[in-house]
């Protein structure tokens, strides 16, 4: 008997959660409406009062066929007994965070991160009474000497944005757990498919939707996974209650993008290897940082963390800003921009966009120095990306 948890992932990412209506379609079908009609006033009561399980539903800030296949494709993949949809990365890890937090709670969180969560945890957090610690995610030790009585979360994203650095999910789950904190892992960089901080000892995991799971420049979408636990009791309410819900529509062209996730993920790691090792070896530049390569200062916990390497590369161009932008400026086929997980190759200057609102100082504390780029590869032919990386670097 074929139990839909124990199939392969490009079959679970096929036919996972997949509920047909009366018409039987063989695609899934996007329900595009807001609310639900009911048989009975008495039936609407059970509704509310949660006695009636799905694919009952009430509303569709909170509870969606369209989404609820998102959801569930999406827990399948993961090892998770539930998820939650929501309009966009931030928005997930926005009520990741603050779902699991009160007054005078404290969070402590890795430095290397993504610039919207290094807000959260930086800077809004601390306006609603939730004081915050920011430690060098690369030493569990840093982790450890952070932690307070009242720390209750620790959030990390591993490999980090931009310059993917690693953080090893497993010591600092320890830690958290060591302490009664929840560890919150953004696994955008890694991918469901080449990371899985859950059987590390997460507690729960986001993802921007936006990157790889759509992965065709299309729509903004999040999720947030984890136990049934964590995930219909905080999680749940905050989305119900403050609703950054993620569009029926966006929930279905995400899932369509999940059909083809393990394919185009594969092609553009395998990629992604080829341009590092081409990069790594190039006179003009001065490093890369991939965790697949042997020159990463943490291969071996990459090797014992991840699956595989990375869709992203980050390369430092000898000759600082100026050279950065030349070779970015001469390419063809790479786009300049900030987005990632792209079928579209990328690539961005975090120095001046993403990172731009960070002084010199706290950019050159996480890496970001002036000639560093991250290139997001895509599924273009390796050897065409090859020899636009190359012409552009003949420009610097
Ligand atoms: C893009 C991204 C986010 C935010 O996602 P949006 O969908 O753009 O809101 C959060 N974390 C990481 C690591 C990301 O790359």
Redesign the pocket.
């Known amino acids: 008997m074929s139990d839909e948890k124990n199939r392969a992932p490009a079959t679970m990412l096929v036919h996972g959660g997949t509920q047909r209506s009366q018409f039987k379609e063989t695609s899934e079908a996007i329900f595009m409406n807001s609310g639900y009609s009911y048989p009975s006033s008495q039936y609407a009561e059970d509704l509310f009062l949660n006695k009636i399980n799905k694919p009952a539903h009430n509303y569709s800030r909170f509870a969606n066929p369209t989404m609820d296949m998102f959801q569930d494709r999406m827990a399948l993949l993961e090892g998770a007994e539930a998820a939650r949809a929501f309009a966009?990365?931030?928005?997930a890890?926005t009520n990741a965070v603050m779902s699991q937090v009160r007054a005078g709670d404290h969070i402590v969180a890795a430095r290397a991160l993504?610039g919207?969560?290094r807000y959260v945890v930086e800077d809004l957090m601390p306006r609603f009474g939730v004081s915050s610690t920011l430690v060098d995610g690369r030493d569990p030790a840093n982790f450890e000497r952070a932690m307070q009585p009242n720390t209750k979360v620790i959030f990390i994203?591993t490999p980090t944005?931009p310059t993917l650095e690693l953080v090893d999910i497993a010591a600092v789950a320890k830690i958290a757990k060591a302490h009664g904190a929840k560890l919150i892992v953004?696994n955008?960089?890694a991918t469901a498919l080449f990371q899985k901080p859950l059987q590390l000892g997460a507690d729960l995991v986001?993802y921007?939707?936006?990157?790889h799971i759509d992965g065709q420049g299309r729509a903004?979408?999040?999720i947030v996974l984890g136990s049934k636990a964590l995930i219909e009791g905080d999680v749940h309410t905050l989305l119900r209650q403050t609703g950054p819900s993620l569009s029926p529509f966006n929930a279905w062209v995400l899932l369509k993008g999940l059909e083809t996730l393990p394919i185009r993920v594969k092609q553009m790691t395998e990629s992604a290897a080829k341009v590092a090792e081409f990069l790594a070896g190039h006179p003009k530049i001065e490093r890369i940082s991939y965790p697949f390569h042997p020159s990463h200062p943490q291969y071996e916990l990459a090797k014992r963390q991840m699956a595989s390497g990375s869709t992203l590369v980050a390369l430092e161009v000898k000759g600082g800003r100026e050279a950065a932008f030349a070779l970015s400026d001469s390419l063809a086929v790479i786009l300049i921009s900030n987005n990632?997980g792209d079928a579209k190759s990328l690539i961005t200057h975090p120095g001046t966009t993403t990172h731009a609102r960070f002084t010199e100082e706290v950019r050159l504390e996480s890496g970001i120095t002036p000639g560093l780029l991250r290139l997001s590869v895509g599924l273009e032919d390796a050897d065409d990306l090859i020899r636009d990386l190359e012409y552009g670097l003949s420009q610097v």
Request: charged share 15%; hydrophobic share 35%.
């Open positions: 966009t990365g931030m928005s890890v993504f919207g969560c994203e944005n953004d955008v960089f986001t921007s939707a936006t990157k903004l979408g999040g990632l």
